[in-house]
């Protein structure tokens, strides 16, 4: 009788331990966020790596976020920083100027530096990768 009490006693504590959720892991899932995660950083460093910012490069980085976001498995937020960093309107050029330039010197030749459509400095018609706003700080230009 004591071993009767004593496997049912076990039989249901080992079922109660089993059956919590905690400890189902959605494997799925997590396959599908890694592989999904890896092709959004594919796309953005493609993008943030390129000499040329085109607009192949900046939709496929967007459109691996809207992707990502629209998985069962991803978040509807995620990305969202990266996102935002890219240009609003990608079939805009990367040298498109806003019409914001400064004029700066640095050992007496004088360089016209302006603001690109994605923020980024535009020097002699080129996307130079670095912000407008600290362009000038970063080489210690002198500007008016």
Known sequence: ???????????????????????????????ADTELRATVQEALDAYDNATEKTE??????????????????????AFATELAELPEDCSASSTEVTGTCVTCSVQGVNLEICKGSNGNAIVAGTDSGIAYEGYAAAFGLVCN
């Open 1 to 31: 009788m004591k071993k009767i009490t004593f496997i049912a006693i076990f039989s249901m504590v080992l079922g109660f331990t089993s059956c919590g959720s905690d400890d189902v892991e959605n494997v799925a899932c997590d396959i």
């Open 56 to 77: 192949e490069l900046c939709t496929a980085a967007k459109q691996a976020i809207e992707s990502y976001r629209a998985n069962e498995c991803g978040s509807a937020d």
